[in-house]
């Protein structure tokens, strides 16, 4: 099946969208209370000590918007927007089972971001990467799709990637292979069911997958383990200037950039980083397209030619 859709990277469902009804009635799989602990205990995808399992209890249907009231910013002068592309994303005959970075062609990146779906900072991101036509990849936590499905469907509408982040963001390293098909197989259902795709790619929390554990997800699920060549260390909150400035210093072609859209630092760091990276010639991919332009090493350009100002 061909689409738009078809070529950022996705498994479409043959099901199609719930109701905005059906989707309310979900919500309350999950307390506002269970969330919040959830958000408050979240803090890296690399830190080592993985998530307290979050006691739930049964609570009434939390109203969400699908935006907040935040408006990105005028642009101050001659700002560039990243190209409009229409690359392929069937990375089948790349069957790498681990990346942390893609040998390509290009001056291309992937911008991820893990750990939402978010009810403020992810509507505000998606603002921002809207004004300047960049796509990114959000491995999302399938507990976080259940309460705000709205967020997740306009993703996909926007032309953004979704990966599988599990369900409840646990060290997968630590748990049976039973609890790592019920991690991966009740996020992706979550993620089908609030924007009728399917992730296609994975990302362990912490970055913790046994080499054994990332064989089996890729030959149970088909999910590459997608980890990462940039990290911003931006859960600890170091500012936005520092995020920026650690992600404009670490980025090079091919590479994978970590941050979280979880914590309003690492939003509010992104126009400056993502102006930054436009302005030095990089153009914004999703995960499976990068992974689809995967070239042999000899021919790979792996420096940045771009001039920097
Ligand atoms: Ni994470």
Same mark, same amino acid.
């Given at each position: 099946m061909k689409s738009p859709l078809h070529t950022l990277g996705y498994k479409f469902l043959t099901r199609t969208l719930e109701s905005?009804?059906?989707e309310k009635t979900g919500l309350s799989t999950l307390?506002?209370?269970? @969330?919040?602990m959830l958000t408050a205990s979240l803090s890296s995808c690399t830190a080592a000590a993985p998530l307290k399992p979050t006691g739930s209890s049964p609570a009434a249907p939390i109203k969400t918007a699908s935006n907040s009231n935040y408006r990105t910013p005028p642009v101050q002068g001659a700002v560039p927007r990243n190209p409009?592309?229409?690359?392929?994303? +069937? @990375?089948?005959?790349?069957? $790498?089972? &681990?990346? #942390?970075?893609?040998?390509? #062609? $290009?001056?291309? !990146?992937?911008l991820t971001f893990d750990d939402g779906p978010h009810p403020q900072n992810t509507p505000r991101l998606l603002d921002m990467l809207r004004a300047r036509n960049v796509k990114a990849t959000f491995y999302v936590i399938g507990r976080s799709v259940d309460l705000y499905p709205q967020i997740v469907r306009r993703t996909v509408a926007?032309? *953004?990637? !979704?990966?599988?982040? &599990?369900? &409840?963001? /646990?060290?997968?390293?630590?748990?049976?292979d039973s609890e790592v098909r019920s991690e991966l197989s009740r996020c992706r259902d979550a993620i089908g069911r609030a924007a009728g795709v399917q992730p296609r790619t994975m990302r362990p929390p912490y970055g913790g997958l046994l080499q054994r554990q990332r064989e089996m997800v890729h030959a149970e699920f088909g999910y590459p383990t997608i980890?990462? #060549?940039?990290?911003?260390?931006?859960?600890? /909150?170091?500012?936005?200037?520092v995020v920026t400035s650690r992600i404009l210093s670490g980025t090079s072609a091919g590479g994978i950039v970590l941050a *979280?859209?979880?914590?309003?630092?690492?939003? +509010?760091?992104?126009?400056? &980083? !993502?102006?930054?990276?436009? /302005?030095?010639? @990089?153009k914004f991919v999703t995960v499976s397209q990068l992974l689809a332009m995967k070239v042999e090493s000899a021919t790979a350009q792996t420096t940045v030619t771009a001039p920097t100002p």
């Open positions: 905005d009804a059906e307390s506002r209370r269970g @969330f919040l409009d592309n229409n690359l392929g994303s +069937d @990375f089948s005959k790349n069957a $790498g089972v &681990t990346f #942390s970075r893609v040998m390509v #062609s $290009g001056n291309y !990146i992937a926007e032309g *953004h990637e !979704i990966g599988n982040h &599990t369900h &409840t963001h /646990r060290l997968l390293s630590k748990l049976s980890l990462w #060549s940039v990290d911003p260390l931006d859960w600890k /909150r170091p500012g936005p200037s *979280h859209d979880l914590h309003s630092q690492t939003v +509010d760091a992104m126009p400056a &980083t !993502i102006d930054g990276l436009l /302005r030095r010639g @990089f």
